[in-house]
């Protein structure tokens, strides 16, 4: 069975562009989240989706913002990009909200978001 | 405001030596502890979870404690391996909360042969 698996793999930006990350989650699998990693702050939820819906939202600001299709594939857009925002982006899917043991994630490779 | 600490920052042990990582979190409502592994240019990766109704779970070299009384909880790993070497997470949450976990700032273990 594939994996959790997220493109673009790497990307540069300049501050004020806008990005879209890709997430296409294990089969059968209908909950997506997304976190960002940084050296500073670790990992951070960002929010999740499940069927088409978000359902949860971290601590971040408006112009962090996704969504998710009805084959749960799901994406997530920055705008107006900042040097801050350079990251690796992690999507994780699970079966069901919390997986079937809660705090059950099956997480991508990421994608690395660099702003100059 | 950090709701789970994770000590130490980083770890160097021998093989076969045990490596021992801590975590104190704040939220009492917190129901669900798991620990992630990571390795270079990889996600993380579900090693061993918890429930606070359990002191303690055992699964082949890692082994998690949990003191519900002090609010934390540590990853044993006994006869540490070289293929250990990873950054481990330790993470909470409730399980109204869905997919959201809150991390710890994690640690690099090194275990040299």
């Known amino acids: 069975k594939a994996g959790v698996t997220q493109t673009p793999r790497y990307l540069i930006k300049t501050r004020g562009q806008q990005v879209t990350l890709s997430c296409s989650p294990i089969s059968g699998h209908r909950s997506v989240s997304w976190y960002q990693q940084t050296p500073g702050q670790g990992l951070q939820f960002l929010f999740e989706?499940?069927?088409?819906?978000?359902?949860n939202k971290g601590n971040f600001p408006g112009r962090f913002s996704g969504r998710q299709f009805s084959n749960s594939r799901s994406e997530m857009n920055v705008s107006t990009l900042e040097l801050g925002d350079s990251a690796l982006y992690l999507c994780?899917?699970?079966?069901?909200?919390?997986?079937?043991?809660?705090?059950?994630?099956?997480f991508g490779e990421g994608s690395r978001l660099t702003v100059l | 405001q950090q709701q789970v600490k994770q000590s130490p920052q980083s770890l160097i042990v021998q093989k076969g030596g045990i490596s021992i990582i801590n975590c104190a979190y704040e939220n009492t409502a917190f129901d669900y502890f798991p620990w992630y592994q990571q390795f270079p240019g990889k996600g993380p990766a579900l090693l061993i979870a918890?429930?606070?109704?359990?002191s303690e779970k055992k699964e082949g070299r890692f082994t998690i404690s949990f003191n519900k009384s002090a609010k934390q909880f540590s990853l044993h790993i006994m006869d540490s391996q070289p293929g250990d070497s990873a950054t481990y997470f330790c993470a909470a949450s409730k399980e109204t909360s869905g997919s959201r976990l809150t991390f710890g700032e994690g640690t690099q273990l090194t275990v040299n042969p």
């Open positions: 918890i429930r606070p109704d359990v």
């Open positions: 994780a899917s699970s079966p069901a909200r919390g997986g079937l043991i809660p705090g059950e994630l099956f």
């Open positions: 989706y499940f069927s088409e819906t978000q359902r």
